[in-house]
């Protein structure tokens, strides 16, 4: 017979739950048996997950990604009107040639929204606090299967995502 427990710990890290007595009074207390039973398997504690909004600014990665935003200077957009205060590098000169009228070419780039959960983003002072918002946020992400990266102080894990990032996450918490 399969049997869930729930036990209570005191402090994040592996934990080994050792020797449990089971006994049973049955039928209605007139039969008593028991038995130490020695549970050899260990469990990883995570922080408990305290609700936190996530930073206003999150750090977020720039280097590649699929929102597009105006103001870049990777890939040509589209064309308009030249006006004075626009560079002559970004003057289309072949328009120019064609049609004798000035236009600017307009670029576009793209931004990830790659998330880095750092330690300095979360709203307390407290250790275990700071693990515990932490921790919300992996499990938010995770589940809103959004990439991010955890940055802790000495350690720092890539931004991915899945059940294995989320664990590894998890783990270093």
């Not at 028991?34 to 990883?44: A, N």
């Not at 990665?61 to 030249?82: K, M, W």
């Amino acid at each position: 017979t399969q049997v869930a427990m729930l036990l209570r710990t005191s402090k994040r890290g592996r934990y080994q739950p050792g020797r449990l007595k089971l006994h049973t009074l049955y039928p209605f207390g007139l039969c008593r048996a028991w038995t130490w039973v020695d549970l050899d398997m260990s469990t990883l504690v995570y922080p408990k997950p305290i609700e936190c909004d996530l930073p206003a600014s999150p750090t977020v990665n720039r280097e590649q990604g699929n929102v597009i935003t105006p103001d870049g200077h990777e890939d040509f957009d589209s064309l308009r009107a030249y006006n004075t205060s626009d560079s002559l590098k970004t003057v289309d000169w072949k328009a120019y040639a064609r049609r004798n009228t000035l236009y600017s070419k307009q670029f576009h780039g793209y931004e990830s929204k790659t998330l880095w959960l750092n330690w300095h983003d979360a709203p307390t002072s407290d250790f275990e606090l700071k693990l515990s918002y932490i921790c919300f946020w992996v499990v938010r992400l995770a589940n809103g299967n959004e990439p991010y990266g955890v940055n802790l102080p000495g350690q720092r894990i890539e931004p991915s995502t899945g059940k294995q990032h989320e664990q590894q996450c998890l783990a270093l918490l």
